[in-house]
């Protein structure tokens, strides 16, 4: 751990370096990903399984469903080509772009776009950002079609030669139960993942991704959002689209410390703003995202391990969930930064990284329908295991508590409390939850409106009753015959999608408060703890027995003598 804020780049200051592509590659055809495949070979002979179904040389699995295996993805371009004071390394951003490969889907499965971030750290300790939407096109290319056909008349085969060999028993039986067996087995096989290339339209997942020197995150979501849409609309953009990547790349400037900038997407405006100098570094996370997939209790447990620099390994299906907690966990630490192995997105066939007998904060991509208990890990008594998706914390032994815990926690309560977050996993979680609760009921009965909504239409003319100058104008229409209706206008109100965009806006604005309390929070811990230094401090003794004695009087979390 150090003491030393990250310092700034030297690069000219321009808000994104490359905008890269990522995807197949029609000419080269389907390619298996030969890492993965490798990496997963390696864990059947670990596991003592047979290897028969699987060709390691060629990184084919036949016993895997077609559309489930993983497949090289490329750089199909980025630009610039290079940056001077950036080089383009083409390898590292095609594996955190793509982690699992290129994956393929059909028009029965699901393909809304997805969105993760990933962090590029060099060899001097300076980092890059990426920021990724991944989303589903058509294949158009007869031979990947043809080829995804031919994989899964393999697999059909592989699947049936199975059924047949796994059959034990006599001759009689296999003639009686094998046909109903085998059957219901290819009912099942032809029933889940099948592609048949003339009824089935076959879709493969594609890239687009912006490399910059800060993580603004919320600011890139939002373009590649936008350009996304350009993309897949059927009226084309106001401009071409290679004119919106020229100016993200080259005329929007990067804001100056204690600024914000402006500047438009491919439809509408974007804000970014960076923090000065003397204000808490910048973090475009949301840390209701943490403390809703954690809860309180874990999150302490987690903060304390990345304290005491141990190993922490968080496991997540979602990429866009494991930068977040590392993101999150680390800007708490301020005025202090990690300064060990920070790797958020572990490629599967980079995992052998884990045994690395140093302290090291990663995070590993699990799929789905995995098994907790198959997944290997180091037998390391430091390790820290996170599991994001189901609320779940493996704690290293001989753990400590953190030092004024109990406050802390009360703090951070009160502030979920006030922001209306309930966090999972912890009895004074659901006791706030239910505090929040009975609040909100109290409000809606001392309204006196049992809950309902007021109507948006108000009557102007029973409004303004009474009034002297509606009075005498009334009086003037009814003598020359004019009768006077019923007024009706209805409240102020702003279309759909503009109101849309304010609601967002301001849920936006309400995370960026709850951010700053968080944090504010826990560097105030910081404060006390520095100004009770001295209460940490093991103090020198003439025999060990003293010395032990001193140390178990002490509070019991990283004592330094």
């Known amino acids: 751990m150090s003491g030393t804020a990250p310092g700034a780049s030297s690069a000219p200051c321009r808000f994104a370096h490359y905008f890269v592509i990522c995807g197949i590659e029609p000419d080269s055809g389907l390619e298996a990903d030969e890492l993965t495949a490798l990496y997963r070979w390696l864990e059947a002979d670990l596991h003592g399984r047979s290897h028969s179904t699987t060709n390691q040389a060629s990184g084919e699995n036949f016993d895997q469903s077609p559309l489930r295996r993983n497949f090289k993805s490329k750089v199909l371009a980025h630009y610039p080509q290079n940056v001077e004071w950036n080089p383009f390394d083409q390898d590292a951003v095609n594996m ?102 003339s009824k089935d339209t076959l879709y493969v997942s594609k890239s687009i991704c912006l490399i910059t020197p800060l993580p603004f995150t919320q600011a890139c979501k939002r373009y590649l959002t936008q350009f996304y849409t350009a993309i897949t609309s059927q009226q084309p953009p106001p401009l071409p689209l290679e004119s919106y990547i020229y100016n993200i790349l080259y005329e929007v400037p990067l804001p100056p410390p204690g600024r914000s900038l402006k500047f438009y997407g491919v439809y509408d405006s974007i804000i970014c703003q960076r923090p000065g100098p003397h204000e808490l570094p910048l973090l475009d996370f949301s840390l209701r995202e943490l403390f809703e997939q954690l ?14 620099e141990m190993q922490i390994l968080l496991y997540s299906q979602d990429c866009q969930r494991l930068m977040t907690v590392a993101d999150c966990i680390t800007a708490l630490l301020f005025p202090f930064q990690w300064q060990h192995v920070y790797v958020p997105i572990l490629p599967a066939s980079l995992i052998h990284f884990l045994d690395a007998p140093v302290p090291y904060l990663m995070g590993l991509q699990s799929k789905e329908g995995t098994d907790r208990s198959k997944l290997e890990l180091p037998q390391e008594a430091n390790l820290c295991f996170v599991d994001i998706d189901n609320h779940f914390i493996e704690l290293p032994e001989d753990f400590p508590q953190f030092p004024n815990q109990l406050g802390l926690v009360r703090e951070i309560a009160e502030v979920l409390l006030e922001f209306g977050i309930s966090s999972p996993g912890s009895q004074r979680d659901s006791e706030n939850s239910t505090k929040l609760k009975n609040l909100v009921l109290d409000e809606l009965v001392n309204d006196k409106k049992n809950g309902n909504i007021p109507s ?83 103090h020198s003794a003439h025999d060990l027995e003293s010395w032990l004695t001193n140390r178990e009087q002490m509070q019991n979390f990283d004592k330094v003598k």
């Open 295 to 308: 809860g309180l209790d874990h999150i302490i447990q987690l903060f304390t391990c990345v304290l005491l």
């Open 96 to 197: 955190l772009c793509m982690p699992k490969g290129l994956s393929f889907r059909t028009q029965a499965d699901n393909r809304d776009p997805q969105f993760h971030s990933f962090i590029i750290t060099r060899e001097d300790g300076s980092r890059t950002y990426g920021f990724v939407l991944t989303f589903y096109e058509e294949v158009t290319c007869k031979q990947i079609c043809t080829a995804m056909q031919t994989l899964y008349q393999m697999h059909n085969a592989e699947q049936y030669s199975s059924v047949c060999a796994s059959s034990s028993c006599s001759m009689d039986s296999l003639a009686s139960s094998s046909d109903e067996g085998d059957a219901t087995s290819l009912s099942k096989l032809h029933r889940y993942d099948t592609y048949d290339i």
């Open 456 to 538: 948006n239409t108000i009557n102007m003319f029973e409004l303004l009753k009474g009034n002297e100058t509606i009075a005498r104008l009334q009086a003037l229409a009814k003598r020359t015959g004019v009768v006077v209706e019923t007024m009706e206008i209805g409240s102020p109100t702003v279309n759909d999608e503009k109101d849309s965009k304010l609601w967002f806006r301001k849920e936006e604005m309400q995370d960026y408060k709850l951010n700053v309390q968080i944090r504010e929070i826990f560097a105030n811990h910081f404060t006390v703890m520095f100004a009770e230094y001295e209460s940490f401090i093991i």
